[in-house]
């Protein structure tokens, strides 16, 4: 933890201001912070001119270590993440998301929970553990009345986050910035050192670890005159040290680090969930404003991946197969198409190991993702039956455009072109990335491994008998298939008996059945009479044709298919279990 040997310890906890646009979440990490690091504030040229953060900022704030943290002299650093509330810029949000420890929910206390407030919650559900909620901008409330509608939006929030795994959090009013953007600096804010001690109170030892791969998610690139270039990011996993050699793998080009910093101090060890400045030379800031960097050949580039995922409940609508959605991967946001699958019926309720996943066993190919709402077609035949939901779902991504990325990563799915405007949730799913593909040629290389099947279920009928061990059937096959390769295929006859293909007969797609333990005798009577009538109607006595057609021929002998067929094997089999 400590940032160099004799300085005191200094614990770095992350803290993501989120909430909707202009619920002031930059005043508030403003009115928070103690050292602004380069990034904070809306310091850049773009977000200045439109008034709404553009990008992460970040910031920090030193404190005492509060007693829960273990005993000892040391310093709490809370790095504040201000995230952009602007709802094009959602995807920045996502990114900031993964390296966040625990959330301030900033919620504008005259206008309450908004659209991406609670995209903001649903975002803070996946990646965060603790939140706080804080009602801003009391001071437009007037004086008389502004402890009632104060316990009137707490007890609004807490009905919102009743069922939610923030249920019970704490909600703290404050005034970040009173009088708005225009008023003078000398206006103290209202609430914030109440708002300091809450969070003091809700910090937990994040699990850190410095083993492992380094991998950091940088947010921002420059260069300082006669240093190098400084990339400022969040260590994801493992550490790093003076002079190690990192990789910036979307460029394909390995550096050296020459000097580090953490909030304008020098340091020469970082880890895991430090906020850290990293020096490299003769490296060009406008190569890489945002993305990875790691121990070198430790990242891979993809251009499929399976995932494990649950969707998101505040989705409106089904998730399809062969939907695309834009997929958020560590920092990169690419279009891609998606496939469900789910374990074999068999299996719906077993517990499988959400963090691996096994190409020795068959799935079953969905053609949507499987919920209480599903309406996929079996269903809808029968109306009563409970839909059967397995314990785990997964999805095969193809990205327009290969991504970089660790394994096990969090992926989350959206429909980001919903109009930003409507009420609406734009975040669908989110998932584990257990499986990349990093072969271009992953449609003939890697995906045969993957066993997922289709079941098909053909159904004909039986034209006549032909003699007691075969019949001849139509209706299963049209004229041009090539009966051949079903031949050897088990069927079923509405009668009971077992039958397997034989070859075609005939041009038309008629076939002939073979049924080893012969026909049963009232089998036989049922299609002799049907028969019968058939060669009857055909010289002229339709009269009697039509009346025992009315009793008779609404019974035909049908013929069930059923075979099952992978997805992704070339050579198209058959299997029948």
């Not at 030193?62 to 040391?74: S, V, Y």
């Not at 009173?178 to 994040?206: F, H, M, W």
């Not at 009538?533 to 009697?544: I, P, R, V």
């Amino acid at each position: 933890m400590a940032a160099g040997s004799a300085a005191p310890r200094v614990l770095n906890v992350n803290v993501g201001v989120l909430g909707h646009i202009d619920s002031g979440k930059t005043a508030l990490a403003r009115a928070l912070s103690t050292t602004g690091s380069t990034a904070a504030f809306d310091r850049a040229p773009q977000s200045r001119a439109r008034g709404i953060t553009l990008d992460l900022g970040f910031s920090c704030l030193r404190t005492a270590l509060p007693p829960q943290l273990g005993p000892g002299p040391g310093e709490l650093q809370f790095t504040l993440v201000d995230c952009p509330g602007h709802a094009s810029l959602i995807r920045t949000i996502i990114g900031g998301a993964q390296i966040i420890d625990l959330m301030m929910l900033v919620i504008d206390v005259t206008k309450g929970m908004q659209t991406q407030s609670a995209e903001c919650l649903v975002i803070g559900q996946i990646a965060c553990q603790k939140m706080v909620v804080v009602l801003n901008k009391i001071d437009l409330l007037p004086e008389g009345k502004r402890q009632s509608a104060i316990e009137k939006m707490t007890k609004k929030m807490q009905k919102t986050l009743e069922n939610t795994k923030f249920c019970g959090c704490p909600i703290v009013a404050v005034a970040a910035k009173p009088g708005g953007p225009e008023a003078p600096e000398s206006e103290n804010p209202l609430g914030v050192s109440e708002l300091i001690e809450v969070l003091k109170s809700q910090v937990y030892l994040p699990s850190r670890d410095p083993s492992g791969q380094f991998l950091m998610a940088v947010d921002h690139c420059f260069s300082i005159k006669g240093q190098g270039t400084v990339m400022t990011g969040t260590i994801l996993s493992g550490s790093v040290s003076l002079g190690d050699n990192v990789e910036i793998p979307a460029l394909k080009v390995t550096k050296k680090v020459k000097s580090m910093q953490m909030f304008h101090t020098p340091v020469t060890y970082a880890m895991q969930g430090d906020r850290v400045g990293i020096c490299v030379t003769q490296f060009d800031p406008k190569l890489l404003e945002r993305g990875l960097i790691c121990t070198p050949e430790s990242l891979h580039t993809i251009h499929a991946a399976i995932i494990s995922l649950k969707k998101i409940q505040y989705f409106r609508g089904a998730l399809q197969t062969k939907a695309k959605f834009h997929i958020t991967v560590g920092h990169e946001t690419v279009m891609g198409r998606v496939m469900f699958f789910s374990p074999a019926p068999a299996d719906f309720n077993e517990d499988i190991n959400e963090n691996a996943f096994d190409f020795d066993k068959d799935y079953l190919y969905q053609e949507e993702y499987l919920s209480k709402d599903s309406n996929s077609s079996e269903n809808k035949e029968n109306d009563q039956a409970e839909v059967q939901i397995p314990r785990q779902q997964w999805a095969l991504l193809e990205f327009e455009k290969p991504v970089t990325c660790p394994k096990l990563c969090l992926v989350i799915g959206s429909k980001l072109d919903t109009d930003i405007h409507a009420n609406t949730c734009r975040l669908a799913f989110h998932g584990v990335l257990l499986q990349g593909m990093e072969d271009k040629n992953y449609m003939e290389t890697f995906l045969p491994k993957l066993k997922v099947y289709k079941l098909k279920h053909k159904e004909g009928q039986v034209e006549r008998v032909m003699d007691d061990y075969s019949v001849i059937g139509r209706s299963l096959f049209k004229k041009e298939t090539n009966i051949q390769i079903f031949v050897g295929l088990k069927v079923k006859l509405s009668t009971g008996e077992d039958g397997i293909i034989d070859g075609g007969f005939g041009q038309s797609g008629k076939f002939k059945i073979r049924i080893p333990d012969g026909l049963k005798p009232d089998t036989k009577m049922l299609l002799t009479v049907a028969s019968k009538k058939k060669s009857k109607a055909g010289k002229g006595d339709t009269t009697k044709e039509d009346e025992s057609s009315k009793n008779d021929s609404a019974q035909p002998v049908t013929i069930s298919l059923l075979f099952k067929r992978y997805v992704f094997d070339t050579q198209k089999k058959m299997i029948q279990s």
